[in-house]
């Protein structure tokens, strides 16, 4: 297995750079599909309301107690709530005539409530941290609809709200209306009692007359009175708070309860309950603290349950105690008057009796009437718990959607999938990149690192900065054929298009301009392509010396570059397959090696056709093109294969084709051919030297 190599941070950015195009495109393609999504949503604007939420002050105090206030986040999220209820959300629904202006088909219940969904899935309600305050706004595609839809939804609010505390008072009012009218009848009966007596007695009576002076038969009088009216109170607060459930009086304002130990029980129990909401937003469920708080709260419930239902029994002893004290104070009554009756004439007895009844319950009717005139003088001038501080205005501008961060988002969306992409494309390309994948997967050296578009040598000549790139590789081959007899090179690759024959041709005009006697051979049989290079013709070539016994001499062309040769292929018959694996091709081989100091041999593809292996086993060594980034690694390697299968040398690998401007890893090769280049212009003394006096210059 290859040695696996760390991947450095220029690796990452060679992909990049290569891949830019693809980088490229898929960020404008994804940009420019956010963009028309985005500029084809509809407009989104929203306007909010700002109000003051606090608890309600009782106005009328049926019950003597006094409203509590101060921030209580628990009440602040249940009045939320209620303002996404469907109490609030119908009524806006009727007073908005949502269902027509939303043009919502279908029977009456069920458009009302798709029209009260849409309005939810509106609706924002945002209550302010740490404060009283709640915002409620409403998005909308119309600004002018979403500014309306809050207000009114603000003022429905705020009207329910004092709907509650009314009906309550309301509730207790008519209560005492009750009382009084039963009162009314009881002095009605009274008044007729003692008319009656007055004139059957025959009585002249003028002014309040009464016979019973004493103090004790006064006291007692009074003390009824006072009695029966805290008896009727209780009465009318025992009835109220029996037709409350526990959980209703959970919830209830201290004022209606009118009991501290309940009160207290009540904040514990919403501290506890805020307390727990927030360890909830940090621990789970199961954790020690969350339990403990769990444990806490539950203990605080039955407290406060247990403490109702004390409150409940305590309210009827209460009641019960004030009713036998009544019933108590009217048996001495009793007997005070029969004790006064003994000492009174019998003709006026009745009579005071009647009148002193007659004054007792107008006392009561008068009490009852007085409170009733003031709770209903009170429930005329009731303050509001809700105050809107700021009303919601019609938005000049949308905020939906968000065209800069949509943009923003989808940028770096396709900037991330380009790059994505791109590497998964790098992950899939297999192909031959760099020198290392060269050493890691084949074990060969490189021996050359050509550009791409290279250029014809014959036609720029030996100036031009592309030769020095041919140069290195005629200096690399020299340096490892090691024989120094050695001089017959075929060079192959693992497909087609690898740049296999302009490789051979470029290295044959660098030799030839060194000053070698180059001979080139254009032994790739089945499609040969040499002979345009140099311009001449393959009328008769290789097949003709090894098929008709022509001489080689007359077979051999000289070219338009000095001291290079090229011997065509020539014509081949169907017949001649497999020439080249004969006796006569490696006599041939070997009379060449004679006469020249390079011969070198182009071949076909060596994993298409057999030729180019019989070719490596019958030459000195073979040199290797990869195409850079066009082949798996897997042919390069299978062709490495097949030349040692047949017992050839490969002594090294030319990377050819190489876009130097997208991988920077060979920067410093084009880098050295140009300044190299330059240095020759820059010294054409130097450049001028003839082929002898060349340090490069060898014998193959």
């Known amino acids: 297995m290859p040695e696996e190599t760390k991947i450095h941070f220029l690796d990452y950015w060679r992909v990049i750079k290569l891949r830019k195009a ?89 458009a009302k409530e798709q029209a009260f969904q849409i309005l939810r899935g509106r609706l924002n309600v945002m209550p302010v941290r740490n404060s009283s305050l709640v915002e409620l706004g409403v998005y909308s595609t119309d600004p002018v609809e979403s500014a309306d839809l809050a207000n009114s939804m603000a003022l429905i609010y705020r009207d329910s709200r004092l709907e509650e505390p009314t009906i309550q008072i309301e509730m207790g009012l008519e209560k005492l209306r009750e009382e009084y009218n039963s009162q009314q009848k009881l002095v009605e009966a009274a008044q007729q009692k003692v008319n009656e007596l007055r004139k059957d007695l025959d009585l002249d009576v003028i002014g309040n007359r009464s016979r019973l002076n004493d103090e004790t038969i006064q006291r007692l009088h009074g003390d009824r009175s006072t009695a029966m009216i805290q008896m009727l109170v209780e009465k009318t607060r025992n009835d109220q708070i029996q037709k409350l459930t526990n959980a209703e009086l959970k919830r209830a304002s201290p004022t209606i309860i009118g009991d501290p130990t309940i009160a207290n029980l009540q904040n514990a129990l919403q501290s506890a309950e805020l307390q727990l909401v927030k360890l909830l937003q940090t621990y789970g ?11 806490t709260q539950k203990k605080l419930d039955e407290q406060l349950d247990e403490a109702i239902n004390v409150m409940r029994k305590g309210l009827v002893i209460g009641y019960e105690v004030n009713r036998a004290k009544v019933e108590a104070m009217e048996s001495e009554l009793r007997t005070a008057h029969a004790t006064s009756i003994e000492r009174e004439p019998t003709k006026y007895i009745p009579f005071d009796n009647a009148q002193k009844e007659l004054e007792f319950q107008v006392t009561m009717r008068d009490a009852i ?56 494309i790098e992950y899939l390309d297999t192909s031959v990149k760099t020198i290392d994948d060269v050493e890691r997967y084949l074990g060969l050296p490189v021996l050359g690192v050509i550009p791409q578009n290279i250029e014809m040598l014959s036609t720029v000549g030996q100036d031009s900065p592309h030769a020095e790139a041919y140069r290195v590789l005629r200096a690399n081959i020299e340096f490892g054929k090691k024989d120094p007899q050695a001089n017959s090179i075929t060079v192959v690759s693992a497909g087609a298009g690898e740049g296999k024959t302009t490789t051979l041709f470029n290295l044959a005009v660098v030799c030839a301009q060194n000053g070698d006697k180059v001979l080139c051979v254009d032994s790739d049989m089945r499609r040969p392509t040499l002979h345009k290079r140099f311009g001449l013709s393959n009328e008769i070539g290789l097949t003709d010396v090894l098929m008709n016994d022509v001489k080689v001499e007359d077979c051999i062309q000289n070219t338009n570059v000095p001291n290079l040769s090229f011997l065509p292929s020539g014509k081949l018959p169907k017949i001649a397959i497999g020439i080249l694996k004969s006796q006569k091709m490696r006599d041939l081989i070997q009379d060449l090696k004679m006469r020249y100091d390079l011969v070198l041999f182009d071949s076909p593809p060596i994993m298409g056709v057999s030729d180019a292996s019989v070719l490596a086993s019958e030459v000195d060594f073979a040199v290797l093109v990869i195409q850079y980034r066009k082949y798996p690694r897997a042919m390069p390697a299978r062709a490495k294969q097949a030349v040692e299968n047949v017992g050839g040398r490969l002594i090294g690998v030319v990377l050819n084709a190489i876009v130097m401007s997208h991988d920077e890893s060979y920067y410093y090769y084009n880098a050295y051919y140009d300044h190299y280049s330059r240095s020759e212009e820059a010294h054409p003394e130097e450049a001028e030297k003839t082929p002898e006096d060349s340090e490069t210059k060898g014998t193959y």
């Open 369 to 424: 009437k007085t409170r009733v005139n003031q709770e209903a003088i009170s429930i005329k001038v009731p303050r509001t718990a809700v105050e809107i501080i700021d009303q919601a205005r019609p938005p000049t501008a949308p905020v939906k959607p968000n065209v800069p961060l949509y943009l923003g988002l989808a940028a770096i969306a396709g900037l991330v999938l380009g790059v994505m992409l791109a590497f998964f």
């Open 22 to 110: 693809i980088i490229l495109s898929v960020f404008l393609l994804v940009l420019l599909t956010a963009a028309a999504v985005t500029f084809s949503l509809p407009r989104i604007y929203y306007a909010s309301v700002r109000m003051k939420i606090e608890r309600e002050k009782v106005t009328v105090q049926i019950f003597d107690a006094n409203a509590s206030g101060g921030y209580d986040p628990i009440f602040q999220m249940d009045q939320v709530e209620i303002m996404r209820s469907q109490k609030i959300g119908y009524r806006t629904v009727a007073k908005e005539q949502l269902v027509a202006k939303w043009q919502i088909g279908g029977p009456e219940s069920m």
């Open 285 to 295: 469920p199961e954790h020690p603290i969350v339990k403990d708080a769990v444990a």
